[in-house]
């Protein structure tokens, strides 16, 4: 079997990790290419064994394409559609981290109906949809689903409880922007930090409320039809109470850039974290209510990445698609249902099974 010759547009954080994932294993011929000189320096420094090409100011993505199997979109959404129209171009297999948005789906369009084309291959959107799916397909009917994702320091050493782990303005859109949810069977948007809760898992509390940014495409949930769909993050407590002083009682919900260099400057980089994702689901057996909570844990592992544990399972869950695709196990065209995966198997897979720990115990705080 020849290399599957993959191509990563952006060296950053996410882009570097999936490359170091990638270029380990012989199946794969990698090549990142990046604008930023510096950025391909660090992606270098880590001895990662992926090719690296510089790209010109006026360089076509698809003329970088040529020759190539997939093109991987790991760059900041503004700059998305760019590569969505090289890969369409160049007629190769595509993938990125972000929910389709009507823009790049209709570049992609075309291009699904002759290669494989995978949308959201993150954490959220991403696993935490597979998993959620999956559960559903185990406990039906279902009334309520309420889906949890906490990216979060393994030992807080501030009021926060927080640090810089993926991106400061992806974590201010998150507290600022409206929450796609189901209420009564039909789409709707919350406002965010509302629906608080309570809960410890394996003995340590920790608070959820309402985000955006974390499942946007809904419509995966359609073949169980929920009648209610929660998205919401995981903190320690007291984190959303100072997040609220911040955005509210002094007004920084409205002075973006100075809330910005406050949290950048503020928070520590965090490289030892800890992703809970937690599932919840409600339904009822006959007159009898029933919950069913699935619960995992990532952590770092300085033996297969040497990125965080958020960074670690997005790459590691594109990685685990992109070998399935090697493999033939997902088809050579259309829009990927990735969410109907398996998720045993995935969660099985080389590139995530090292970050995965034992399940979490559960358990809802009143109050």
Request: aromatic share 6%; net charge neutral.
């Given at each position: 079997?020849?290399?599957?010759?993959?191509?990563?547009?952006?060296?950053?954080?996410?882009?570097?990790?999936?490359?170091?994932?990638?270029?380990?294993?012989?199946?794969?011929?990698?090549?990142?290419?990046?604008?930023?000189?510096?950025?391909?320096?660090?992606?270098?420094?880590?001895?990662?064994?992926?090719?690296?090409?510089?790209?010109?100011?006026?360089?076509?993505?698809?003329?970088?394409?040529?020759?190539?199997?997939?093109?991987?979109?790991?760059?900041?959404?503004?700059?998305?559609?760019?590569?969505?129209?090289?890969?369409?171009?160049?007629?190769?297999?595509?993938?990125?981290?972000?929910?389709?948005?009507?823009?790049?789906?209709?570049?992609?369009?075309?291009?699904?109906?002759?290669?494989?084309?995978?949308?959201?291959?993150?954490?959220?959107?991403?696993?935490?949809?597979?998993?959620?799916c999956n559960l559903l397909d185990t406990f039906s009917p279902v009334t309520d689903l309420t889906v949890r994702v906490g990216a979060i320091p393994r030992y807080p050493t501030n009021r926060l409880g927080y640090g810089q782990i993926w991106n400061v303005d992806g974590l201010i859109d998150e507290y600022t922007r409206p929450s796609a949810a189901i209420r009564d069977g039909k789409v709707v948007e919350l406002t965010p930090l509302e629906d608080y809760e309570r809960l410890s898992i394996d003995g340590v509390a920790y608070e959820g409320f309402v985000t955006s940014g974390g499942?946007?495409?809904?419509?995966?949930?359609?073949?169980?039809?929920?009648?209610?769909?929660?998205?919401?993050?995981?903190?320690?407590?007291?984190?959303?109470?100072?997040?609220?002083?911040?955005?509210?009682?002094?007004?920084?919900?409205?002075?973006?850039?100075?809330?910005?260099?406050?949290?950048?400057?503020?928070?520590?980089?965090?490289?030892?974290?800890?992703?809970?994702?937690?599932?919840?689901?409600?339904?009822?057996?006959?007159?009898?209510?029933?919950?069913?909570?699935?619960?995992?844990?990532?952590?770092?592992?300085?033996?297969?990445?040497?990125?965080?544990?958020?960074?670690?399972?997005?790459?590691?869950?594109?990685?685990?698609?992109?070998?399935?695709?090697?493999?033939?196990?997902?088809?050579?065209?259309?829009?990927?249902?990735?969410?109907?995966?398996?998720?045993?198997?995935?969660?099985?897979?080389?590139?995530?099974?090292?970050?995965?720990?034992?399940?979490?115990?559960?358990?809802?705080?009143?109050?």
């Amino acid at each position: 079997m020849s290399p599957l010759k993959i191509t990563i547009f952006g060296a950053g954080n996410i882009g570097s990790a999936l490359a170091v994932a990638l270029a380990a294993d012989p199946t794969f011929d990698v090549e990142v290419a990046d604008g930023s000189e510096q950025a391909l320096d660090r992606l270098r420094g880590l001895g990662c064994a992926a090719k690296t090409h510089a790209l010109g100011r006026e360089e076509e993505i698809h003329a970088v394409l040529a020759g190539r199997d997939v093109a991987v979109g790991a760059v900041p959404e503004t700059a998305l559609a760019q590569v969505a129209a090289g890969a369409a171009r160049a007629g190769v297999h595509y993938l990125d981290f972000s929910a389709a948005t009507a823009r790049t789906r209709g570049l992609l369009e075309p291009l699904a109906r002759e290669r494989a084309v995978f949308n959201g291959c993150g954490v959220s959107p991403g696993i935490i949809g597979n998993i959620a799916c999956n559960l559903l397909d185990t406990f039906s009917p279902v009334t309520d689903l309420t889906v949890r994702v906490g990216a979060i320091p393994r030992y807080p050493t501030n009021r926060l409880g927080y640090g810089q782990i993926w991106n400061v303005d992806g974590l201010i859109d998150e507290y600022t922007r409206p929450s796609a949810a189901i209420r009564d069977g039909k789409v709707v948007e919350l406002t965010p930090l509302e629906d608080y809760e309570r809960l410890s898992i394996d003995g340590v509390a920790y608070e959820g409320f309402v985000t955006s940014g974390g499942i946007e495409d809904l419509a995966i949930f359609s073949d169980s039809m929920p009648k209610n769909v929660t998205v919401k993050t995981l903190r320690y407590p007291g984190h959303l109470d100072y997040m609220r002083f911040l955005l509210d009682d002094l007004g920084l919900r409205h002075r973006r850039d100075m809330l910005k260099s406050l949290l950048y400057n503020g928070l520590p980089v965090i490289e030892d974290d800890v992703l809970l994702l937690v599932v919840t689901a409600r339904g009822c057996r006959g007159r009898q209510p029933t919950e069913r909570t699935i619960c995992h844990r990532f952590s770092p592992n300085a033996a297969c990445s040497p990125f965080n544990a958020l960074t670690s399972v997005a790459a590691g869950y594109a990685a685990t698609l992109l070998s399935m695709l090697q493999a033939g196990t997902i088809g050579p065209r259309g829009f990927v249902a990735h969410h109907r995966i398996d998720t045993d198997r995935l969660l099985a897979s080389r590139f995530i099974r090292p970050l995965l720990g034992a399940p979490g115990d559960v358990r809802p705080v009143a109050g």
